[in-house]
């Protein structure tokens, strides 16, 4: 699974680092037909705004990451797997930093803009960060058996969580849809790779059992 999304996300790095013509052609349709529907229907827009700014924005994600890490220690005292999300959740945090800097791909720019952002546009911080921080909740509660309707409802909200991100952000014509690809690619293989640290065989088992009796 990591070397496929490894593999997905280097495409689409290069693609999108060496302007591949069909990709900015699809890129610029969508957005010139998302951004129209924008200026014209001002109240999803700010429903978009509010849900980007205050729900699934990134700094909101990590303060979920911690309070779950703080609840696995204080609850459950399992403090290799609360030391193991915080680090993933930062370890992501520099990742997306990073290949915006090494990509420097700019933002869409309008005339009339509905809304603005900082950085560098590839990959979405938005997708990325909710992409790990729902998946790695998701892959927790699976650990510790869940009744089938609270997993349904998870899954349920970790799903519209990472789409719904990523349709805000290139609604509100702030990110191209590779963009937010990229972000969903990424945030999928660094969560693919830290299950895979901590399970890894060469662990110390024991700390690994205290984590999951408690």
Do not use: N
């Not at 109240?43 to 609840?71: E, K, Q, S």
């Not at 590779?178 to 895979?196: F, I, K, N, Y």
């Amino acid at each position: 699974m990591a070397a496929a999304l490894g593999v997905c996300s280097l495409v689409l790095l290069v693609l999108v680092a060496v302007r591949w013509h069909p990709l900015v052609t699809a890129d610029g349709d969508i957005s010139r037909t998302t951004h129209r529907w924008a200026v014209t229907d001002s109240g999803v827009t700010h429903v978009f705004r509010v849900l980007t700014d205050r729900v699934w924005d990134p700094l909101t994600m990590r303060l979920v990451c911690a309070a779950v890490a703080v609840w696995l220690v204080w609850r459950r005292a399992a403090w290799w797997t609360a030391v193991w999300l915080a680090a993933t959740c930062a370890a992501a945090a520099v990742v997306q930093q990073s290949v915006k800097a090494a990509v420097g791909r700019p933002r869409p720019v309008w005339p009339d803009p509905v809304d603005s952002a900082h950085y560098a546009a590839f990959p979405s911080g938005h997708a990325l960060t909710a992409t790990v921080v729902c998946g790695l909740l998701l892959w927790l509660l699976h650990r510790h058996g869940p009744g089938r309707a609270l997993w349904r409802t998870a899954v349920a909200v970790a799903l519209v969580s990472v789409a719904g991100v990523g349709v805000t952000r290139i609604w509100l014509g702030v990110h191209w849809p590779s963009d937010v690809l990229g972000g969903w690619l990424l945030g999928a293989l660094l969560v693919a790779v830290a299950v895979a640290v901590h399970e890894r065989p060469w662990t110390d088992r024991a700390g690994v059992r205290a984590d999951r009796r408690g």
